[in-house]
């Protein structure tokens, strides 16, 4: 399921059909845990890579930064793979 129709070119390819997919990334473990949600990624059918941009690793970093002020506490579920 695409989350933007428009295809765009890959930046490691170069070829046109690349699409923004939304993905939900965790950093640090326990209570320094951070998971945020919507992420958007470059991922591209003809080469298999997935990527993000320098504007989107710039608004990770606000985020991380600024997490006290903009993560809401909520309860999550944590499995181990056996």
């Known amino acids: 399921m695409r989350n ?3 295809a765009i070119l890959c ?3 170069g070829k046109r059909g690349a699409h923004i997919r939304q993905i939900t990334r965790s950093y640090g473990k326990g209570a320094d845990l ?3 949600e919507n992420v958007p990624v470059v991922v591209c ?3 298999g890579e997935s990527y ?6 710039h608004e990770l ?3 991380k930064l600024h ?3 903009l993560a ?3 309860d999550v579920a944590v499995a181990s793979f056996v």
């Open 52 to 57: 993000v941009t320098a504007e989107t690793l």
């Open 61 to 63: 970093e606000r985020i």
């Open 4 to 6: 933007n129709t428009k």
């Open 72 to 74: 809401k506490l909520r």
């Open 34 to 36: 951070l998971v945020i």
């Open 67 to 69: 997490r006290r002020s």
């Open 11 to 13: 930046d490691i390819c």
């Open 45 to 47: 059918p003809h080469c």
